[in-house]
């Protein structure tokens, strides 16, 4: 089958940003899984300064080989911290720290291309809350095709949806791509698509560190909740 490709309409837009599109509700702008999402988009901002050729995964830790400013504030912000770092660190370590501005960093991209506004609210009149409805839903939708032409469909998919399958089935994030669709199928084939030869292999490394970097953290912290329940 021939890959999915964006249209020439679509707004460009990271993968973070494309993550958290799927997670916020259309009219409410509520967040769903915020948690995991938050971590995606970190580690969507290290596969992307891969993507740009800035970085890449030697004897597993993140390593600078060009410094050049990428053009997105997000991954620009992102590759500076990893730039200032005296000694290389893990992926797992990057995506940890950089989650803490990850949906902040998102979210005011999105506002910036006119994706979604931004809403002021106050819970029982007194918590203030931030909230993010959809503006303009054609990047979701292009966004949702692609990730059904690959997954659903069988379609080969193209190097940057490819990155983002990996992501989400990385970060356990299945249903927000796809609500309505069989679990379990979802998830076989979002596995043998994460471990397909869709991107070069620098950029490939990146992707499996951050992967498996997904997987472990929300493993220790769904176990940490379980724990802390019981």
Known sequence: MESPTETPTEIPTTLGEQLLLLSLDDESGAAK??????????????????????????????????????????????????????????????????????????????????????????????????RYPEADGSVEVAVRRRLDAAVLEGATPDERTGVLVALLHGAKLHRLAFPDADARRVAAAMETLAQGQWAATAVRQVVKAAEDALTAIIAVTVATTVVAGS
Do not use: F, H, Q, Y
């Open 33 to 130: 899984e915020s948690a995991k999402v938050a971590l995606a988009i970190s580690a969507a901002a290290l596969v992307e300064c891969a993507l740009a050729d800035r970085i890449e995964v030697t004897d597993g830790r993140v390593t600078v080989v060009d410094a050049t400013p990428i053009g997105e504030p997000a991954l620009d912000a992102a590759l500076a911290l990893i730039v200032g770092k005296e000694r290389p660190s893990s992926a797992k370590d990057w995506i940890n720290r950089l989650k803490r501005d990850a949906m902040a960093e998102a979210n005011a991209g999105l506002i910036a291309k006119g994706l979604v506004r931004e809403e002021k609210k106050k819970v029982l009149g007194l918590i203030p809350v931030r």
